[in-house]
């Protein structure tokens, strides 16, 4: 013992020596305060918050290090701490920086060889970390390193608490592999917060910092020790912990990305590092992405939309569904409310993002197709337009629109084509517009199209172009604001600097047609013939809304607007697979329904206020075939100078043989057939106007009435329609290519 005293006492002389030495020298291992170490404390990740400040998401934006939050002592669990005290520094509360009895202790050992615990407090443990210069190499610590952790500690000491040292130690001591601080460690490893921890994790967690890599063995023989001394008096069961230790080492359950808004937070932080250059997403060399990023999201509505969507999609399961999204804008600013890419773990493409993802819109076009032609005065909603069997010829060949039901309805108004979702109308109205001029018009309000609209021809009226949810909601909003397009966000906008309102750009769509539009979409009763009177998507307040279903049931929409917000919905499957049985308003059209609901739950929607220029007129319907009108007499709107009291088909041309002519097939007519179907169920359909009519084809009888079908042929055909009594009335002449199929015996060709 005397020879122990005098070392102790010698090691104590020499090493004030030194520390007096480097006091009195300018000091190369000046350290931060406190405040300016939790202040450059960074996350691995960036906490995706809500407009209020509520936490969205957690995405991971530095792939080196696995860090959590700076979390307060008074957050660490009362276990923990005293394993840690008890495991790296006992006398944290006495000494002043360096525990010399220990560091006595230490060097005694090293002289005689002998293994002791070492003599670095947590505060010099701390400095060490704090300062680049002091940290720990492969090969230990020099002694100029020594000396500078000694002399740091003593001014942490000086400067800092005793609670903000052992605060910031524990959030920033590293404890295995990439995790650093106790709350990725509490994460990663027991998948709780650091205020949950109990002594035996604590245990196990002090052993870590001993010996960060060894294998779960060793840790938990270190553990068994820490928690003996824990809890003196205790059995401390070692081989269940070695079992426990062994199953909790090797976890990474800390998930980089957790939360309810995962693609809305990797998109806010993709925008941020265009914008700025710092490092938006995992794998980035860039500058360190800050701790928080603020959204425009509402984190309720998030949750309900998410919730809504999920619910939906576990009922049409047995359909073929697993994937959906779901978008939500705010009228007049443009902000995204809520933005759910995806059905999470129903789908087995998560990561792929609904919102943003290319696909088919089908029929939620057509409101940018009529709105187009009532704008350019092609139509009213009003005009008659035949819903009838169509064959328009194209550079490639007759293009036959069918409807949904495949049942025509006849004349109807444009008014009811639009709002029970006419396919055949669409087309003819499209002839009317153009596809290259209705391709225009979309890219103009935002619609990512990849071709030209002759590319796509006129199928485009029934969606055969790709585009995004979010740019389709987008544009519905353009026609809520009264034409006007404005960009999207999902980031708060600064408040301008001036209270002057800024002069408004001209509206890219005519705000007379936009109104017609919303009023058309906001009529049940102009939807009755193909959703019927009791349809989800009436609501009790007002809304404009339309369904598209793309072809082959591979995506199903729902996209309408209130008075304040546009909310777009599809589902489908993000592998392209198609869907079972799903309508325009068994798919989309409910969860559209209940987040609608759910943002007018207390606050109301009007419907918009006619724009200068509109006229309200009273308007009726000539008769059918049947003699009946048409539709029902109402009150329609109209842009000024379009009005007309009366729209009746024009009976003179059918009114009997003498003016009777074919209207389909068109003349020079080309068809291929089509090597995927077969011949025998082929049919080329021949429509024609008048009375008491004929169909003659290669000078051959063929069949009688308006209407006639036919098993094309290959070869050059003329077809004839001729009256009662013989006389051709009028012709066609047609061309079928491809490989045609023997007619059955007694078959007509």
Same mark, same amino acid.
């Given at each position: ?221 270190? *553990? ?22 062994? #199953? ?238 404005? *960009? ?9 600097? +001036? ?66 917000? +546009? ?17 325009? +308003? ?73 003016? *009777? ?77 491809? #490989? ?10």
């Amino acid at each position: 013992m005397p020879l122990a005293f005098s070392f102790s006492s010698t090691a104590r002389h020499t090493l004030a020596v030194v520390l007096l030495t480097a006091a009195a020298a300018p000091s190369a291992w000046a350290l931060a305060s406190f405040e300016e170490v939790k202040r450059d404390f960074r996350s691995s990740e960036t906490a995706v918050l809500d407009r209020q400040g509520e936490l969205l998401q957690r995405v991971r934006t530095d792939p080196t290090v696995r860090r959590g939050q700076w979390i307060a002592l008074a957050d660490v669990s009362p276990a923990l701490r005293a394993a840690m005290l008890l495991s790296e520094d006992k006398r944290f509360y006495e000494h002043s920086g360096v525990d010399w009895r220990a560091a006595s202790a230490a060097a005694w050992g090293n002289l005689w060889n002998t293994r002791t615990r070492g003599a670095s407090t947590i505060t010099m443990q701390l400095a060490g970390l704090l300062d680049d210069d002091l940290r720990r190499a492969a090969g230990g610590r020099s002694f100029t390193q020594k000396i500078g952790q000694t002399v740091a500690a003593t001014q942490l000491e000086r400067r800092w608490r005793k609670d903000q040292i052992l605060e910031a130690y524990l959030n920033t001591v590293p404890f295995r592999g990439e995790i650093v601080g106790i709350d990725a460690l509490s994460r990663t490893l027991f998948s709780k917060a650091p205020s949950g921890l109990d002594a035996r994790e604590a245990a196990v967690a002090a052993a870590l910092v001993r010996a960060p890599n060894a294998r779960p063995a060793l840790v938990a023989q270190r *553990a068994c020790e820490v928690l003996r001394v824990m809890e003196p008096g205790a059995k401390t069961d070692c081989e269940a912990l070695d079992m426990f230790t062994s #199953a909790v080492v090797p976890r990474r359950a800390f998930e980089p990305n957790e939360g309810i808004a995962p693609h809305a937070a990797r998109r806010v932080l993709r925008e941020l590092r265009d914008a700025t250059g710092t490092a938006g997403t995992a794998g980035d060399s860039k500058p360190a992405a800050p701790a928080s990023v603020r959204t425009t999201l509402r984190a309720p509505l998030q949750r309900y939309a998410l919730d809504s969507l999920q619910r939906h999609l576990r009922e049409l399961r047995d359909r073929h569904v697993e994937d959906g999204a779901l978008v939500v804008l705010d009228n007049a600013s443009g902000e995204v409310l809520a933005w759910v890419g995806s059905s999470g773990p129903l789908s087995q493409a998560a990561e792929v993002d609904g919102v943003t993802a290319l696909r088919q819109p089908g029929s939620t076009l057509k409101p940018l197709l009529y709105a187009q032609a009532i704008a350019e005065k092609r139509i009213t909603a009003a005009s008659l337009i035949e819903d009838s069997s169509a064959q328009i010829s194209t550079a490639s060949g007759l293009y036959i629109p069918q409807n949904y039901d495949r049942r025509f309805k006849g004349p109807v108004s444009a008014r009811t084509a639009l709002a029970a979702s006419l396919n055949v109308p669409a087309v003819r109205t499209l002839v009317m517009v153009s596809p290259e001029a209705f391709a225009r018009e979309l890219r103009a309000a935002g619609l990512p199209l990849r071709e030209s609209g002759d590319y796509y021809g006129y199928s485009l009226a029934l969606g055969s172009a790709e585009v995004s949810l979010l740019s389709l909601a987008n544009a519905y909003r353009m026609v809520a604001n009264g034409g006007r397009f404005g *960009a999207t966000t999902l980031t708060p906008r600064p408040a301008p600097a +001036t209270k002057v309102k800024p002069a408004e750009a001209a509206p890219l769509l005519d705000p007379r047609a936009a109104f017609i539009v919303g009023d058309i979409l906001s009529d049940p009763n102009a939807r009755t013939r193909t959703f019927g009177l009791d349809s989800i998507l009436s609501t009790r307040f007002w809304t404009a809304v339309k369904t598209g279903t793309s072809k082959d049931m591979r995506d199903n929409w729902a996209v309408g607007w209130s008075q304040r917000y +546009t909310v777009g919905v599809w589902v489908g499957n993000a592998s392209g697979a198609s869907m079972w049985d799903v309508s325009g +308003t068994s798919g989309a059209a409910p969860v559209w329904a209940e987040v609608m609901r759910f943002l007018h739950a207390r606050e109301p929607s009007r419907a918009p206020t006619p724009p200068a220029g509109l006229v309200e007129a009273p308007v009726s319907f000539g008769p059918g075939a049947d003699g009946s009108p048409l539709e029902a007499a109402r009150s329609e709107w109209f842009l000024q100078g379009t009005e007309q009291p009366l729209f009746a088909l024009d009976t003179g041309m059918a009114s009997d043989a003498a003016s *009777a002519r074919i209207t389909a097939p068109a003349d020079g007519t080309i068809l291929a057939i089509d090597p995927d179907i077969p011949p025998q169920r082929q049919r080329v359909r021949f429509e024609s106007e008048g009375r008491g009519v004929q169909w003659r084809i290669d000078g051959k009888f063929h069949a009688r009435g308006n209407s006639a079908q036919w098993l094309p042929w290959p070869g050059r055909h003329l077809i004839e329609l001729v009256d009662a009594s013989g006389k051709v009335v009028d012709q066609r002449r047609v061309e079928v290519r491809g #490989a045609g199929v023997v007619a059955a015996k007694g078959a007509r060709r």
